[in-house]
């Protein structure tokens, strides 16, 4: 998984705010990394492959609300993948929000 790719992507698909694209980047390169996609959907995780998924959530979502949609069908089918799910996403000067 090229993370950097990935945020990329993310930006030009849907937007939203760096820090929820790198946080939203960072657990699919965790999902990727732990090979569950894999062992669960007989395919690895793709950069392609995420965007498409995050594209069937419901319109008007954010980048991190997509992801979490997604992962919460992915744990529902398989379970085991709601430790994926994006629960808090730091400002650039250090606070937080989700």
């Known amino acids: 998984m090229d993370r950097r790719r990935l945020e990329r992507e993310l930006a030009d698909a849907f937007g939203g ?28 995780l793709t950069v392609p ?13 954010s980048v991190v609300d997509r992801w979490n949609w ?16 994006v629960r808090v996403v730091a400002d650039d000067d250090g606070g937080n929000r989700r």
Request: aromatic share 8%; hydrophobic share 40%.
């Open 17 to 44: 705010t760096p820090e929820a694209r790198r946080a939203v980047a960072r657990a699919a390169t965790d999902l990727a990394d732990s090979g569950q996609p894999s062992r669960d959907r007989g395919h690895a």
């Open 49 to 61: 492959g995420v965007v498409a998924n995050l594209e069937d959530a419901p319109d008007g979502l």
């Open 70 to 85: 997604w992962i919460g069908a992915l744990d529902v089918a398989y379970g085991g993948y709601d430790y994926f799910a």
